[in-house]
């Protein structure tokens, strides 16, 4: 017997607003896991808890063959700065004017309680097919104890998703407008010029490690590399932090430092970039006699999820529900799709993103219904 599901049974509003009152501040819990498995598990899901190194996360599933729609998202918030700043209080939940207030009403509580709302609902209807849900207290931190904790166990166990949805903010200004096909990729690089510390009146007698850093930067911004994406914007490379520790204007010092932060397209990798960077240091050291300490973070490698039947399918589901065909963007910053896209094909569906991680970061009720009809519609679609 088919059920309507036009209306939810399952009220993400009000999921969103339990989830926003618990105080989940990454790495802390907050009660926001725990009682998304207290409402999954009477709906039939079995839920498994990956806790790692601290962090929580949960792994629930419904049913036993494919094909396997997987929803990724994230409990934990950024802190909230001083609670006076803001209109009520950031972890009150409250609705005014048809706007819900609070840490994470926008990142990503609110697409957390859609999914989990539209897939109660859908597995009400006993779909052929299995949803698993796949939700992480470790997003907005370091996030290696998080989703990749879990998807280190579903690997170890067997466990599997044909094709994941993760719910972060995709819309610049107007619900339905956009999702997310893949991301850029991202590496900081911290750089340590050694030099030698001397008299700024007698630079004969030292090194000047500032001078060799200010010269490697200048050919670093140059970034003058091949650099043509079909589905990217350009690289970019910004130099995000500068130090000589010198208080003395007249002592050159003996160091100097710099930090780097790269957004690179898929002409790149970060393997590749690394050896640039290599490369023009070992110039610049033999130019000027100034040795180079160099270290490096990829937080992760760029990524497109190649257009085909699963994002058309996601593309139908939100011009039904919204009216607008979404642009398919690989734009903004790095999610947790960057890790599931070596498990399967995955696509970022959520809310508008204007006022994550700001003070009164709020949600429109109406979008979350809205978000929770589009992932309703996704799964009967993928289920049919």
């Known amino acids: 017997m088919s059920v309507d ?5 399952t009220d993400p509003v009000a999921l969103t607003a339990a989830l926003i009152r618990c105080p989940s501040v990454t790495p802390v819990e907050g009660g926001a896991i725990a009682m998304l498995q207290r409402l999954l598990e009477p709906a039939g899901f079995t839920c498994t808890r990956i ?21 990724n998202g994230h409990t934990d918030v ?5 609670p006076a ?31 989990v709302a539209a897939a109660i609902d859908h597995v009400a209807t006993d779909p052929a097919g299995s949803v ?24 170890r166990t067997g466990a599997r998703m044909d094709a994941c949805i993760v719910g972060e903010p995709t819309c610049p200004t107007r619900m339905g407008e956009m999702i997310k096909i893949g991301r850029r990729g991202s590496m900081t690089v911290w750089l340590t010029a050694q030099g030698r510390q001397g008299h700024s009146a007698y630079p004969q007698n030292a090194r000047n490690p500032v001078h060799a850093m200010i010269a490697l930067l200048d050919r670093l911004i140059a970034f003058d590399l091949p650099d043509a994406s079909d589905h990217f914007d350009p690289t970019t490379l910004q130099v995000t932090g500068f130090d000589t520790g010198n208080a003395a204007n007249n002592v050159i010092p003996g160091t100097c430092t710099a930090m780097v932060n790269i957004r690179f397209n898929d ?17 610049m050291s033999d130019a000027t006699g100034v040795g180079f300490d160099v270290e490096t973070k990829v937080s992760g490698e760029s990524f497109v999820t190649p257009e085909g039947d699963f994002s058309r399918m996601i593309e139908r589901a ?11 963007s690989t734009s903004g910053g790095t999610s947790d799709a960057r890790h599931i896209r070596a498990h399967c094909p995955v696509v970022e569906v959520g809310l508008v993103g204007q006022s994550m991680h700001q003070t009164d970061e709020h949600a429109a009720v109406d979008d979350i219904v809205t978000l929770r009809n589009i992932y309703a519609r996704i799964l009967r679609d993928f289920h049919a």
Do not use: Q
């Open 51 to 71: 806790d790692r190194a601290g962090i929580a996360n949960l792994h629930a599933r419904w049913g036993d063959g494919g094909p396997i729609l997987g929803f």
């Open 132 to 155: 698993v849900l796949t939700i992480t207290g470790d997003e907005e931190g370091d996030g290696i104890d998080g989703t990749p904790a879990i998807l280190d166990w579903m690997d």
């Open 5 to 9: 599901t036009s209306a939810p049974a």
């Open 267 to 283: 002409a790149h990798s970060s393997g590749e970039l690394s050896s640039w960077i290599a490369g023009e240091i070992a110039s």
């Open 318 to 328: 939100v011009e039904a529900e919204t009216g607008l065909a979404p642009i398919l």
């Open 85 to 115: 700043a803001w209109r009520h209080d950031p972890f009150g939940a409250v609705i005014e004017d048809g706007v819900i207030y609070g840490r994470g009403a926008c990142d990503m509580k609110s697409a957390v309680a859609a999914f």
């Open 78 to 82: 950024v802190p909230t700065g001083d």
